[in-house]
């Protein structure tokens, strides 16, 4: 068995997850290597979901009887919880969302609508960066064709980084808002957050960073940021689909508009006109998904009883192994940076010319079960001159002789194919 320095106690937290335990096609047990496309979730979140329903489910906020009350105080416990995660100076900038594609809306839907020093207009431009996932590239074209705003964005170098050669003529006085990826979801980089948002800063531009990528793998400091809003999403993280997170400087949240109308988001409501609730409830519009937080509380008790630090060093080691053994099957291109450094646990490739779909489906055959397609970041495929990617992501339960059951596999499809 390789032993790698950094590990974590594999043997005992794959015990938390039963789904691991999976047997597929032919006897073959599952391998699982699609989580940044969502991770799986163990037994202790799963334990509270499940005490939930049979036990405290009711609607929260505005009941008096003790189920609502039971409901109420596990749902804004969950913030309690996030916030502590992400170091957020206060409890009122969590807000809850479906997703983080969610959360990227909601904030250029108020920019949209937002009042001066804020509001996009056709003076002003928007900044993003080719690597982005759909979900940060999608809201900011709409907005621009809504209000008239130029839309610009960083290219990528030949090694899958950002290209920041031309910094101060993408960000500049008419910059309105910058939004990033914290870490690419297909080439799995880490961008250099500091450099972008000081230049942001200089022109007072706001920053929005998706951090969906790193939330899950990595300590995450809102504080440490500087930025504006931070966004990530519950699923893969060890918690529930159905559930996002939204952070954002107070202030900017007292300012600026509700995306959403609704129950919940209201202070008073006349037929004439309505005044709003404090944030985060000014942004919380309906029956929010109250389960699915609670689940994410969950999930972050979880991830701090083993440390952020140690699954970092974890999953570093593993990519940094996983790196070295596919760069020795022939004709394998690895998509973007091909060291562990300054780099995430996603690795997208090519395997000679044989389409990344049929790589997918011999290893799932296998019992490997992989990302393929342009994972939603399709311009990424358009720059490299690939119609897609095979992708494997890893998580703290990532074992190298599952790296190993790959190399095995992608060795089986080359054969398959001659």
């Known amino acids: 068995?390789?032993?790698?320095?950094?590990?974590?106690?594999?043997e005992a937290i794959r015990k938390d997850f039963p789904i691991l335990?999976?047997?597929?096609?032919?006897?073959?047990?599952?391998?699982?290597?699609?989580n940044a496309a969502t991770s799986q979730t163990p037994r202790q979140v799963l334990d509270v979901l499940t005490e939930y329903y049979e036990q405290h489910n009711a609607n929260v906020h505005r009941g008096v009887h003790v189920l609502a009350e039971e409901a109420t105080a596990l749902y804004?416990?969950?913030?309690?919880?996030?916030a502590e995660f992400?170091?957020?100076?206060?409890?009122?900038?969590?807000?809850?969302?479906?997703?983080?594609?969610?959360?990227l809306n909601l904030v250029a839907n108020m920019l949209g609508?937002?009042?001066e020093p804020y509001r996009v207009d056709s003076d002003t431009e928007i900044v993003i960066t080719e690597m982005e996932h759909h979900s940060n590239i999608v809201p900011w074209q709409l907005l621009a064709q809504r209000t008239g705003a130029k839309l610009k964005w960083f290219g990528l170098t030949d090694d899958g980084?950002?290209?920041?050669?031309?910094?101060?003529?993408?960000?500049?006085e008419k910059t309105k808002i910058v939004s990033f990826t914290l870490v690419s979801n297909i080439m799995g980089t880490v961008n250099p957050v500091e450099a972008i948002v000081r230049r942001a800063q200089e022109v007072g531009a706001l920053v929005c960073v998706d951090a969906s990528q790193a939330a899950p793998h990595m300590p995450l400091d809102v504080q440490a940021l500087q930025a504006d809003f931070v966004a990530f999403t519950?699923?893969?993280m060890c918690g529930p689909t159905g559930i996002g997170v939204l952070w954002g400087r107070q202030e900017l949240l007292?300012?600026?508009?509700?995306?959403?109308?609704?129950?919940?988001?209201?202070?008073?409501?006349?037929?004439?006109?309505?005044?709003?609730?404090?944030?985060?409830?000014?942004?919380?519009?309906?029956?929010?998904?109250?389960?699915?937080?609670?689940?994410?509380?969950?999930?972050?008790?979880?991830?701090?009883?083993?440390?952020?630090?140690?699954?970092?060093?974890?999953?570093?080691?593993?990519?940094?192994?996983?790196?070295?053994?596919?760069?020795?099957?022939?004709?394998?291109?690895?998509?973007?940076?091909?060291?562990?450094?300054?780099?995430?646990?996603?690795?997208?490739?090519?395997l000679g010319d044989i389409h990344p779909h049929d790589v997918g489906q011999v290893l799932d055959e296998q019992g490997i079960a992989v990302r393929v397609g342009h994972h939603c970041a399709r311009p990424v495929c358009l720059r490299y001159g690939i119609p897609a990617t095979t992708r494997a992501s890893f998580y703290l339960y990532s074992t190298p002789a599952e790296v190993d059951a790959l190399i095995d596999g992608l060795e089986h499809v080359r054969n398959f194919f001659g």
């Not at 804004?76 to 996030?82: C, P, S």
């Not at 992400?86 to 959360?103: C, M, Q, Y």
């Open 113 to 115: 609508w937002a009042d």
């Open 161 to 172: 980084r950002l290209d920041l050669s031309n910094i101060n003529e993408i960000i500049n």
């Open 76 to 82: 804004e416990g969950a913030r309690d919880k996030v």
């Open 1 to 10: 068995m390789t032993q790698l320095p950094g590990l974590l106690d594999t």
């Open 234 to 236: 519950g699923h893969k």
């Open 21 to 34: 335990d999976r047997v597929l096609h032919d006897g073959k047990k599952l391998v699982y290597l699609d």
């Open 254 to 350: 007292e300012d600026l508009p509700p995306f959403l109308g609704g129950g919940e988001m209201i202070e008073t409501v006349s037929m004439h006109s309505s005044t709003y609730a404090p944030a985060p409830h000014k942004f919380e519009a309906g029956t929010p998904p109250i389960s699915q937080a609670i689940g994410l509380g969950a999930a972050v008790d979880y991830l701090t009883s083993i440390g952020m630090d140690k699954i970092a060093q974890h999953e570093h080691a593993i990519t940094e192994y996983a790196v070295k053994r596919l760069q020795e099957v022939p004709d394998l291109r690895i998509i973007g940076p091909t060291t562990a450094e300054d780099r995430g646990a996603a690795i997208s490739f090519t």
């Open 86 to 103: 992400i170091n957020a100076p206060s409890r009122n900038e969590v807000i809850f969302t479906k997703n983080a594609s969610e959360s």
